[in-house]
């Protein structure tokens, strides 16, 4: 079984900043992508960021310049840089990573997510 932990959410001002961190343990043969999504009250989850082994980002419109994500694959970890923050930030923040727990044997998995929110 695998699982991802959140830490590094709370509670925090606009224009200030947060640092999400996710650590991923159990049984990993390998994990390629590693997300970040959301969930506003009332909203759609969204995927804010992802990043792959190789490095590779991708960031979602609302969130680019602002937010930075990266990992150490050493450690199965992987990190939101959140800047600039603005009250519609706040959400419920879930990490996300399809993971091979075998070879050819990919499953999905999510963390329990963490808090965090921006007063105006």
């Known amino acids: 079984q695998v699982q991802l932990v959140e830490s590094g959410g709370g509670l925090v001002q606009a224009g200030g900043s947060l640092r999400l961190s996710c650590v991923a343990t159990?049984?990993?043969?390998?994990?390629?992508?590693m997300n970040w999504y959301r969930q506003a009250p009332g909203k759609q989850r969204e995927l804010v960021a992802a990043i792959t082994s190789g490095g590779s980002t991708n960031y979602a419109n609302s969130v680019k310049g602002r937010f930075t994500i990266s990992r150490d694959n050493a450690k199965n970890t992987v990190y939101l840089q959140m800047n600039s923050l603005k009250p519609e930030d706040t959400a419920v923040y879930y990490c996300?990573?399809?993971?091979?727990?075998?070879?050819?044997?990919?499953?999905?998995?999510w963390g329990q997510g963490t808090q965090v929110t921006v007063s105006s």
């Open positions: 159990g049984r990993i043969f390998n994990i390629n992508v």
């Open positions: 996300n990573a399809p993971v091979a727990v075998a070879p050819q044997d990919l499953q999905n998995f």
